[in-house]
Nanobody, 124 residues
Framework: QVQLVESGGGSVQPGGSLTISCVVSGRTPDYYAIGWFRQAPGKEREGLSC????????KYADSVKGRFTVSSDYSKNTAYLQMSSLEADDTAGYYC?????????????????WGQGTQVTVSS
C-alpha cells in the first residue's frame, strides 16, 4: 500500500528556516496530491498547503502564505515544505498526506494516506 515518510524536522531558533520532506512509496498512482498539515498540543490539526505533484499546482493557508513554500520532485515521489521566519507558534508535529484523486484542495477525509509526522520545535 501507499506509505508516506516525513523527515527533516528538528529544533530551530525564532526567525530561522527549515525544510522538511515527504517521500511517497508503494502503490502510488501516476497522479496524486500531497497535503501538509500540523498539529500542536491542545490544538486541532491545521491544513497548511497542498500540491498536485504532476504539475506543481499549489494552494496555501492564509496563516503560512509568504513564509512557507511547498514543492515537489515527481521523479523522486517527494514533496517538500520550506519554512522561513519561523515563530514559536509554528512548533508542532508536521504531517504529509496523499490524496489519490489528484485534486486540490481536498478535505482532510480525502487524504486517505498519512505519514507519522516529524516534529518541528521553534525556541530560543
Amino acid at each position: 500500500q501507499v506509505q508516506l515518510v516525513e523527515s527533516g524536522g528538528g529544533s530551530v531558533q525564532p526567525g530561522g528556516s527549515l525544510t522538511i520532506s515527504c517521500v511517497v512509496s508503494g502503490r502510488t498512482p501516476d497522479y496524486y496530491a500531497i497535503g501538509w498539515f500540523r498539529q500542536a498540543p491542545g490544538k486541532e490539526r491545521e491544513g497548511l498547503s497542498c500540491i498536485r505533484v504532476i504539475d506543481g499546482d499549489t494552494k496555501y493557508a492564509d496563516s503560512v502564505k509568504g513564509r512557507f513554500t511547498v514543492s515537489s520532485d515527481y521523479s523522486k515521489n517527494t514533496a517538500y515544505l520550506q519554512m522561513s521566519s519561523l515563530e514559536a507558534d509554528d512548533t508542532a508535529g508536521y504531517y504529509c498526506a496523499a490524496d489519490p484523486r489528484n485534486l486540490i484542495p481536498s478535505t482532510q477525509a480525502q487524504y486517505v494516506y498519512w505519514g507519522q509526522g516529524t516534529q518541528v520545535t521553534v525556541s530560543s
